[in-house]
């Protein structure tokens, strides 16, 4: 992501853009990342990017609170302008190898353009990869948006172009879809709305989140499951998400050609009224 | 590791020691790195972390060769000083969230004091901390030593000093003991001796591999192979290796309290004569 004019990278409150090559978030991966779209009327699920990031920094024992990322948000003129904000935690500088020692965690804050994504990708749907790339099996770290993202670079780098294919549909060790490289992956069997769970690995969404609760409240019953490729082929329809985007429909998977479901467009719909 | 007097950080050959916070190392722990020791007789091991290196491009899709990095390591002042020289190969600057586009690799070079261990960690032996972390399974990365290393800073971070516990035991799922947080592991049953295989999750340290193929010359038949926690306490001996710190002893663990045996002491002596 390129950086928005005007508004600086804030690294612990100040201005800065360039880290120690000591830091621990590039040497091990020791931290966790959050990025958050930022509308005309605000930011999009700020609570419950603040609820993954908290339950990340609990998982992995860094000691920083909701409340210091909070003001920190808050406080970065980047959070009031429309665009993504992009939050990295690292478990900071200092320690001896693997053991963090006295390292204090550092907040990274940047600002940058939102995507600008053709509106065929929303309406028609999209063409999607079959990654080969498998997500590892890791009950500790499934859900956390940490920065050991090596599965979804590996995933994502199968193919090149966004124009292409707009997303990868990624799977777990036994061949199970889980979600894409980006995105989380929703499919829809009659009245039931199935989204695969994500006990062993995958990352826990903000959209995935807020459609599992309000999709309910429409008469639809939501469940999270490991689902096989045949149920994803065979469902009635299927959709990824995330907080960036919104909801796109899948229209092209190897073979198969489907049009978007009603209750991919009542997604759509919830989200357009919500927060746009 | 503090940095050593006189001998700066190094980023692409230039004397610089922060990085762009948009780095993808950073971003995605999406990199690899090598930790060489250099002793008076100059850097132990080189072709193997080199080959290590070379391996983890090829898998991870960076377009960096052994050649350059070789050059790189090479034209580093602190190549040719005693001390531990840390390299570290990133996927670079650019690209668009996980896809690479255009990023090109970015070498960091850091020297630092070899760290100075009591001297009976290596003749009394250790104290090992059971770690409850277990090593997730993901095949496609086992054995490299890649930047998303997660589980080793949770495992080593479960306890505190090193005058405690100088290193712990850590498991794959299935509780069968893998390696230490920063050694691998060996076991010695009769005339064999045992490593366990890392196909599913660990570091395929370069010292393992160097006494797998040393062993042998010696009369003792070696073997990589999945071991359980009982063969662990029941085997004759068992020692922690790494190329910066040798070979440690298994001294304590839990309840159970062992002797350094002949064949630890043989490896410690072929170290000794080949690199000392």
Redesign the interface.
Known sequence: ?S?SAGIP?W?DGQPA??????????????GL?ETILITSRGPVLPDYHLDRLESGLQR??LGLSRLQVQQALHTYPGFHQPGIVKL?V??GGGG?????GDARPVC?L?HHPA?AYPAAFHEQGIRVFPCK??L??????AGLK????????????EWGS?DDFQEGLVCD?DGHPVEG??CNLFIVEGDEVVTPALDNCGVAGVMRRWLLEQLPAQGLRVKETPITLERFRLAGERFFCNSVLGVWPVAHFEQDHWPAGPVTRLAQQLIRSHFH
């Open positions: 992501m950086d990278v690294i853009d360039r880290l120690p090559v000591s830091d621990r978030g590039l040497a091990y991966g020791d990342f992995l024992g990295i690292t478990a001896r190898g693997y053991f963090r990274i940047s995507p790339t498998r590892g099996r890791q009950p500790l770290l940490h920065l050991n993202r090596l599965e979804q670079v590996l995933a994502r780098n966004v060790l490289t980006l």
